[in-house]
């Protein structure tokens, strides 16, 4: 295709604005557009060099050019924002986008920053509560300093997310490190109206992130979340079956032994036990004699815990009241301390007190980090298909840009 430009403003000068009467030389240009009907498109532009009038302008002559096409650009404007647009909406990676629409890697790249400035706002959404996770993202990096001798950290492994909890507005800002120091710093860094509307902050049990949000947000309460309660419940119940099975048997259990054959069983919420499981769970354990029993005291002592997680809203379908979540409380507290011979009972109660603020706060609201797992999934799953990533800034870049695509495209009218 060959093309000539009809802008008038085309003729005025980049400098001064002058616009030009002559032509000084006419030459041509090769610029790359998108390609049209499945095949590529090459554009001629025969452009006009212009002399300018103005004598006190620096510039003595210039090209014709236009907003599609700006001077010394060889890509359209169209073709680089289908580029980022690839990238940040369409969950493409930057190789396989220059290899679809035909520019290179850095010219790509830089198309997906200028985009996801445009789409990605500076400050994050408000919200009233928003969830903090860590997830990998390669080998830490060290580096050694000539003038010490000693080696000191450049790139930490680990990447520290805060994402919207409730509203699903995805991931807000990561930070790098998992101190306390690190972590506070993000908070501490956005404006003083967004900061003021935390009401609640969702986290797991690290006190790391705990002592940071009592320093950037004193005044939101943290939320631990459920599934981490279970699950280091779950925990404790699978150190005291395997301490008890070497305990009785010298060995792991094998196929024939009664707490092999219940070891599933054991894993599973009560509710979700039929009247013969639940009996074989019971006569099982009962078989094993005192180590038998013990265990079924660690499994009901998992679903006393439940049975306090239990009563938010979600599942009981009324407001709790803070007379049944304390009675819970106690009922779970008096099991273990009826068995407080089982060191596994006795952790797992002491590290439920150390943290009962946060899991009360998530009985009152049913607020969940759920949103920064999902997060974390979506974040490896973009490093992976692009097979890793060697900036980390470009990688936060790409993990937010995955991590708000949905919600970006919810807020776009059809």
């Known amino acids: ?35 049209r009907g499945g095949s590529a498109v090459r554009i001629r532009w025969h452009k006009r060099r212009r002399p300018c009038r103005e004598t006190a302008c620096e510039r003595a002559s210039f090209t014709e050019q236009i907003a599609q096409t700006p001077a010394r650009m060889h890509i359209t404007e169209r073709l680089r924002t289908a580029c980022g647009q690839a990238v940040v909406d369409g969950g493409r990676t930057v190789v396989q986008t220059g290899r679809d629409l035909g520019p290179t890697w850095p010219v790509v790249m830089r198309a997906t920053r200028a985009f996801a400035k445009q789409v990605l706002p500076e400050t994050p959404p408000a919200t009233e509560a928003i969830g903090i996770d860590e997830t990998r993202r390669g080998r830490p990096v060290w580096k050694l300093d000539e003038d ?45 109206w967004w900061s003021s509307r935390i009401r609640y902050v969702a986290i797991d049990l690290c006190a790391t992130f705990r002592s940071a949000i009592r320093t950037a947000l004193p005044h939101a309460t943290v939320v631990v979340d459920a599934f981490l309660i279970v699950q280091l419940a779950q925990r404790h119940l699978a150190d005291l079956r395997r301490r008890l099975t070497w305990k009785q048997h010298g060995r792991r259990a094998r196929k024939g032994d009664a707490i092999y054959t219940v070891r599933k069983l054991l894993r599973r919420n009560a509710e979700d036990l039929t009247p013969e499981q639940h009996r074989t769970l019971t006569n099982e354990l009962t078989v094993m004699g005192t180590y038998g029993k013990q265990i079924l005291a660690g499994w009901k002592t998992k679903e006393l815990l439940r049975d306090v997680l239990r009563l938010t809203y979600k599942h009981a379908h009324t407001a709790p009241a803070l007379s049944a979540i304390s009675a819970a409380r106690y009922r779970f507290q008096a099991h273990c301390a009826d068995h407080a011979f089982l060191p596994e009972l006795t952790t797992l109660a002491e590290t439920v007190d150390q943290w009962w603020d946060g899991i009360e706060a998530y009985v009152l609201t049913g607020i969940t980090n759920a949103a920064s797992e999902g997060n974390n999934r979506v974040i490896k799953l973009d490093a992976r298909n692009a097979f890793g990533f060697r900036n980390r800034a470009s990688q936060r870049l790409r993990s937010r840009s995955a991590t708000t695509r949905r919600a970006r495209r919810e807020g776009v009218p059809d």
């Open 1 to 35: 295709m060959h093309l000539v430009t009809t802008d008038p403003a085309a003729r005025a000068c980049p400098a001064c604005g002058t616009f030009a009467t002559r032509v000084k030389e006419r030459i041509v240009t090769r610029p790359r557009d998108l390609s």
């Open 148 to 192: 010490s001798g000693k080696w000191t950290l450049e790139a930490d492994a680990w990447h520290i997310g805060f994402v919207d909890a409730i509203g699903g507005q995805g991931l807000f800002g990561q930070v790098e490190g998992r101190n306390a120091t690190a972590v506070a710093a993000w908070p501490n860094a956005q404006p003083t």
